[in-house]
C-alpha cells in the first residue's frame, strides 16, 4: 500500500487529556522535532495489537513523510523507515488466538498495507521485553511505540552494557500504546479508518472482531473525525527503567 495519495496531515486531530477532558494540541506536541529520516518502530507482541492500537499514530507519522516528500517533488518513489517488530519463529507468528502458521509474506501484508515495507522492514524478534529491544537496538530505532502491557514479567537475558546505553541516547520519542493511563489523543477522519480496516481485512477472520484490549477507536458519527486512539508518551529512560526493571538504565553506563 502507499497512502500518499489517500491521506493528508489534515486528516488527523490531536488532543491532550487531563483528568478526563481534552484540550486541543497538534502533531508536534505528541511526535517533537519529526524527521522525514525518523527510524519509527511499532512493537507488536501480539500479531495484530500494534495494527488496531497503534495503526492511526503510525499512519500519522507515515503522511508526516509524504508531505515532506511532496514537498521536493510531486514524482517521488520512496517509504518511511517504519518497522513492525513481531513475536515469530519457526512455528510461525503469536496472536492473540496463539500463534499461527504462516509465510513471511502473509504475516507482514496487514503491515503493509500502513506502509510498513518492503518486507525487510517486518522483523521476527524474541518475544521478550528484552529480546525486542534488543531488536529495535539493532535497526536504529528513534521513535517507538510500545503495548503498555508488556512488561518485566516477560523478561529475556539482560541487555549488555552498550546497548542500554545506546538505546538511552537514540530514542527520542517513546509512546505506549493501549495504555491505562492516556495522555493524547488522534482523532481520525473515515479515510485513516478505511486504511486500518484494509490492513485489519488481511488478518485471519479468527482475529476478528478484535478482542477488547485492542480496541482503539470510538465512533462519533456526527463528527469529523469520528474515531479515536489514546496514547501516552514516556521519557525514554523512565520507558527502559519500567520494562526493563534494570537499575542500571538510571546509571551513567560505561563502556
Known sequence: MHTSSLLISTDFRYSRLTEGSETPSDFDALFPKYHPLDRVGVVSPYWEDG???AGYALLALTTAFYDAQRERS?????YPHHFAFLDADADGVLSRSGRLPMTRSTMGAPWGELDVWPESNWIAAPGTVT???QAVFERQITRLFWPEDFTPGLQGPPLPDHVLALLKARLTNVCYYKSARPTFAIHVTL????????SRELLPHG???RPPACTPARNRAADAFPYVAEYRPAQTEAFLADVTGDARVGDTVRV
Open 191 to 198: 479515510a485513516v479508518e478505511h486504511v486500518v480496516r484494509r
Open 207 to 209: 482475529l476478528t472482531p
Open 131 to 133: 529480546g525486542m529491544l
Open 51 to 53: 495494527i488496531f492500537a
Open 74 to 78: 510531486e514524482n517521488f518513489f520512496d
